[in-house]
Structures are given as C-alpha cells and as structure tokens.
C-alpha cells in the first residue's frame, strides 16, 4: 500500500486560491497515474482531476476545468492540485489517490484507485 499525504487545505473566499500537495511513498511512483477526487458533505465522491504517469496526458472535470491544474513531480514524489477562481460549489475534502496499474491511460473512475489519502478539508465562502 502507498501511503499518501494531503495537505494545502484550508478556508478561502470566493474567488481565491489554495494549491494542494499530495506527497506519495514508494519507489514505483513514477509509473502510476495519479488522481483527485474530492466529496462534500451528504454526496457521492466525485472525480476532480487525474493525470498520467509521465504527466503528459491531464485530464479534468468539466466543473473544474480552467480553473484547477494537476501537475506532478516525479522527482519529489509529488503530486500538486492549484485551485484558482473557487467557488463554493468546491468545499469538499479533497483526497489523492493512486491507480491501480501502472503505465495506463489514467482513469476517472475511483473503483479504478488502489490507495487513498486520508483527505484535507476545502471550504470556499460565500
């Protein structure tokens, strides 16, 4: 199991910007795909963002897309999620988490995720 660490969460007004860090464990993180994923209080937890394992593909909710960017760093075993324009349709805990087989066209689905953070909290006021 990789153990992951979230963390950049916090409380904003509308309109700002949090960037959120997920630090992984485990020598073969660079061959996995990486993804965000975020749920609010009493729904479903829903796909935000996953990127590939080089970084080369990106892939976003329409609900977020232009406003977040998923980057990662291999070297750092980081993965970072920059949220700008947040409204308060975004407060959520946020968790990252890894696919279950490396080397793969990332998915979005988080049955598809093998191992998960324990979350950082999110929340935009109005």
């Known amino acids: 199991q990789v153990q992951l660490v979230e963390s950049g969460g916090g409380l904003v007004q509308t309109g700002g910007s949090l960037r959120l860090s997920c630090v992984a464990s485990?020598?073969?993180?660079?061959?996995?795909?990486m993804g965000w994923f975020r749920q609010a209080p009493g729904k479903e937890r829903e796909f935000v963002a996953a990127?590939?394992?080089?970084?080369?593909?990106?892939y976003y909710a329409d609900s977020v897309k232009g406003r977040f960017t998923f980057s990662r760093d291999n070297a750092k075993n980081t993965v970072v999620l920059q949220m700008n324009s947040l409204k308060p349709e975004d407060t959520a805990v946020y968790y990252c988490?890894?696919?279950?087989?490396?080397?793969?066209?990332?998915?979005?689905?988080?049955?598809?995720?093998?191992?998960w953070g324990q979350g950082t909290q999110v929340t935009v006021s109005s």
């Open positions: 485990g020598r073969s993180f660079s061959v996995y795909g």
């Open positions: 990127i590939n394992w080089s970084g080369e593909r990106r």
């Open positions: 988490a890894v696919d279950r087989f490396s080397y793969r066209n990332v998915p979005r689905d988080p049955a598809e995720y093998a191992d």
